[in-house]
């Protein structure tokens, strides 16, 4: 395995985990729960939300066994097989392998708040005027909305791997 690629990949994951996580200590740090910050009037707005659950919430009101098992354990295992597979897999073009390790980087980032703080906390709100809103959201969340519009965009325009469009061999 080549040792530059594999450097790429750990720190385009650490950088993932290290923004969402600094971000998440500030949000703590600084916005009251319940309290919500106007930035840009109502469009853009902070809030102070732990999620136990998923995306927007789903899974907060399963039992705890089923969210050990949907909200920790399967996420570990894709997780893991993911970097693996980004490791092992020299055909990935650059823009699908800084998609994989977004995807990574938020996905580590949001199940290390629930073993550790045993909810996500979620701080960011956009409302565009009722025609587009957002839920609450996180860097994390961010990061992997960002590597999957990559994969899509890279699974439409991916051209075949050249020495100008791959990372370091």
Same mark, same amino acid.
């Given at each position: 395995?080549?040792?530059?690629?594999?450097?790429?990949?750990?720190?385009?994951?650490?950088?993932?985990?290290?923004?969402?996580?600094?971000?998440?200590?500030?949000?703590?740090?600084?916005?009251?729960?319940?309290?919500?910050?106007?930035?840009?009037?109502?469009?853009?707005?902070?809030?102070?939300?732990?999620?136990?659950?998923?995306?927007?919430?789903?899974?907060?009101?399963?039992?705890?066994?089923?969210?050990?098992?949907?909200?920790?354990?399967?996420?570990?295992?894709?997780?893991?097989?993911?970097?693996?597979?980004?490791?092992?897999?020299?055909?990935?073009?650059?823009?699908?392998?800084?998609? $994989?390790?977004? /995807?990574?980087?938020? *996905? @580590?980032? +949001? %199940?290390? #708040?629930?073993? &550790?703080?045993?909810?996500?906390?979620?701080?960011?709100?956009?409302? $565009?005027?009722? /025609?587009?809103?957002? *839920? @609450?959201? +996180? %860097?994390? #969340?961010?990061? &992997?909305?960002?590597?999957?519009?990559?994969?899509?965009?890279?699974? $439409?325009?991916?051209?075949?791997?050249?020495?100008?469009?791959? %990372?370091? #061999?």
């Amino acid at each position: 395995m080549n040792q530059s690629r594999t450097k790429f990949i750990i720190i385009l994951i650490v950088i993932n985990i290290a923004l969402d996580q600094i971000t998440k200590i500030i949000a703590r740090i600084y916005i009251r729960k319940g309290e919500i910050i106007d930035v840009f009037g109502d469009v853009f707005q902070l809030w102070n939300v732990e999620n136990e659950g998923a995306f927007l919430g789903m899974g907060s009101d399963m039992n705890p066994t089923l969210k050990i098992i949907f909200l920790l354990i399967l996420p570990v295992i894709v997780l893991a097989y993911v970097i693996y597979y980004i490791l092992n897999n020299k055909e990935l073009d650059r823009l699908s392998l800084i998609a $994989f390790c977004c /995807i990574i980087g938020g *996905g @580590i980032a +949001n %199940v290390f #708040d629930r073993i &550790v703080f045993g909810s996500v906390t979620d701080f960011l709100h956009l409302d $565009f005027g009722g /025609i587009f809103r957002t *839920g @609450i959201f +996180n %860097v994390a #969340d961010m990061s &992997v909305t960002t590597g999957m519009l990559l994969l899509l965009y890279a699974s $439409f325009f991916n051209k075949p791997k050249t020495p100008e469009n791959s %990372v370091v #061999d």
